[in-house]
C-alpha cells in the first residue's frame, strides 16, 4: 500500500487546516478493510496516534484533540481526511498517516506549523 498524504503548512493559532490521506489506485479495492490513522511526531518526541478510525467507521481521538479534530474516510476515492480546527501550537508536528490490515504502512510525513 503506497499512502499520499498533503495538506500541512503553516498556521496561525485558532485556524484550521485539513489533512488528506490517499492510498494508491492498487490499494482501493481493499482499501474499505483498512484500519486507518493520523499519528504525528513532534521535534524530540514520540509518534503519538492523533486520531483512529476503523474499516467499520469508528472513531477514536487523543484527549488533547478531542472536540477540535474530526477523522473521516471515503472508501470509494480511498482517502482519509483530518479536519483539524482551533489549532493550538503544541499541535505543530509532521503528522503521518497509517494503514494497518494486518500489517502496518505508514505515509510519508505532512508537516504542520500552528504559530502563536
Known amino acids: 500500500v503506497q499512502l499520499q498524504a498533503s495538506g500541512g503548512g503553516l498556521v496561525q493559532a485558532g485556524g484550521s487546516l485539513r489533512l488528506s490521506c490517499a492510498a494508491s489506485?492498487?490499494?482501493?479495492?481493499?482499501?474499505?478493510?483498512?484500519?486507518m490513522g493520523w499519528y504525528r511526531q513532534a521535534p524530540g518526541k514520540q509518534r503519538e496516534a492523533v486520531a483512529t478510525?476503523?474499516?467499520?467507521?469508528?472513531?477514536n481521538y487523543d484527549d488533547s484533540v478531542k472536540g477540535r479534530f474530526t477523522i473521516s474516510r471515503d472508501n470509494a476515492k480511498g482517502t482519509v481526511t483530518l479536519q483539524m480546527n482551533s489549532l493550538k501550537p503544541e499541535d505543530t508536528a509532521i503528522y503521518y498517516c497509517?494503514?494497518?490490515?494486518?500489517?502496518?504502512?505508514w505515509g510519508q510525513g505532512t508537516l504542520v506549523t500552528v504559530s502563536s
Open positions: 478510525i476503523t474499516s467499520e467507521g469508528n472513531t
Open positions: 489506485r492498487t490499494s482501493r479495492i481493499i482499501f474499505k478493510d483498512y484500519d
Open positions: 497509517r494503514a494497518t490490515y494486518g500489517l502496518v504502512w
